[in-house]
């Protein structure tokens, strides 16, 4: 899928966040927003998700006009968002359920993503009884088996240590690539962007090289 953004106005209320912003996304790209807390990171993805209301401008999606949420376009947040009463398994069947694919179908495709993330052995766990970076790749196995064409990553590695956040950031390279998922990925930190991404815009700054040099110097204005 490929995304225009066209002189994007947003925000709450009566205060716009993002102002006439120009972002255009190639099918299958990769773009990391980076900037500093409170630039509106999470707003964009929240536009072009179809969860706030656009103030002027446009978000094309494919040439069509975002104007509410979608099935393929999914938003993965820090927080992991799993229910805590059922089991990895059935986190991951749960959307497939509600898109009424069938129960053999479901769980089918629901193992076989467990399984790509590493955790066959864990479909019967409750999210308690998983590791945070566990966690995080039952999130990215329920997101992915839904088979978006869009993913709108908001941090999801915040809250992970180096090590679990690599193996992740690997994992989540390879698969993408893989599907050939266009992505738009926000994150704080510089060596992700620069591990991730394609491009990276600094919001505010702009479009800079994919080099640690470069976007640092951008992100500290
Ligand atoms: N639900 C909301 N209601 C009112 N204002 C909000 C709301 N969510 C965010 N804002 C404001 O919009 C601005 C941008 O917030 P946003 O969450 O997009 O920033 P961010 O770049 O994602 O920051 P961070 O890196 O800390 O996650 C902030 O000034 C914030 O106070
Ligand atoms: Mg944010």
Redesign the pocket.
Known sequence: MSVRIEGLTV???R?S?LRDLDLTISDGEILVVA????????????AVAGLLPIVSGQVLVDGVPVRGTSRDRALVFQDDGLLPWRSALRNVELPLALQGVSKVERRERARGWLDRVGLAAFERYLPRELSGGMRQRVQLARTLAQGPRLVLM??PFGALDARTRGAMQELVVEVLRETGTTTIF?T?DVDEAVLLGDRVVV?GAGEVDVRREAILAAVQG
């Not at 900037?35 to 999470?42: Q, R, V």
């Open positions: 925000g709450y209320g205060s966040v900037g500093p807390s409170g630039c509106g990171k999470s707003t964009l993805l929240r908001d941090e926000v704080h919001l």
